[in-house]
């Protein structure tokens, strides 16, 4: 049974970009949740998908987006990047009863 | 809206000391209760994860018991060790509708000092 793993694991990038965050779902989970960490704060609920629909959203932008595709692996984009997104991003899957997730390394954004 | 938060924010222990670290949360409509250990600019590692209908879990030197009618849950760690320096984050899992999230406190920053 394979983990779950995110990529890449570092980015920087500048004001107004945009960047794609990855993430492969251990195997046999079928949801896959994102949650952004800023400094020395608790991890904040981003959004999470089931297969592949967007199902719950915590409290950030449209610019925030997903993708879920048929093998269960999930994108996270974030457009028009602010200085507040620099965080790192960590992505969780579970299986159908959903009541255990398990979190991938996570991948530290910083934006300049 | 759930809320949890951790208390001490920041404790610093000589090695060997017994410690507990609390956390309470606002909304008692829990699945369940997970305590996670981060080291500096790592990933989450879970260390126990307590099911609403349980009282309490217990790994090694580690035990982390649940209250859910109080919104409480403590985690004991014995004997400290300098290993166990790190930030513990207190998680708990609710129904948000359509799927289930997790809502964590802002941690509590261990350091053991040999």
């Known amino acids: 049974e394979t983990g779950v793993t995110q990529s890449p694991t570092h980015l920087i990038k500048t004001r107004g970009q945009q960047v794609t965050l990855r993430c492969s779902s251990q195997?046999?989970?079928?949801?896959v949740s994102w949650y952004q960490q800023a400094l020395g704060q608790g991890p904040q609920f981003i959004f999470q998908?089931?297969?592949?629909?967007?199902?719950g959203r915590g409290n950030f932008p449209p610019r925030f987006s997903g993708l879920q595709f048929p093998n269960y692996s999930s994108e996270l984009n974030v457009n028009a990047l602010e200085l507040d997104d620099s965080a790192l991003y960590l992505c969780?899957?579970?299986?159908?009863?959903?009541?255990?997730?398990?979190f991938g390394p996570g991948t530290r954004l910083t934006v300049l | 809206k759930q809320e949890v938060t951790q208390i001490p924010a920041a404790l610093s222990v000589p090695e060997g000391e017994n410690l507990v670290l609390n956390c309470s949360f606002t909304?008692?409509?829990?699945?369940?209760l997970q305590w996670f250990r981060q080291d500096p600019g790592k990933g989450l590692t879970s260390l126990l994860l307590?099911?609403?209908?349980?009282r309490e879990q217990t790994s090694g030197r580690l035990n982390a018991s649940l209250d859910k009618s109080s919104g409480r849950s403590t985690l004991y760690i014995a004997a400290s060790q300098p290993g166990d320096s790190a930030t513990y984050l207190c998680?708990?899992?609710?129904?948000?509708?359509?799927?289930?999230?997790?809502?964590f406190g802002k941690g509590t920053l261990l350091t053991v000092n040999p």
């Open positions: 909304d008692s409509a829990i699945y369940n």
């Open positions: 998680a708990v899992l609710n129904s948000g509708g359509s799927n289930y999230k997790l809502t």
């Open positions: 969780a899957s579970s299986d159908l009863s959903g009541d255990t997730q398990y």
């Open positions: 195997s046999g989970h079928n949801t």
């Open positions: 307590i099911q609403s209908s349980q």
């Open positions: 998908y089931y297969r592949e629909e967007e199902n």
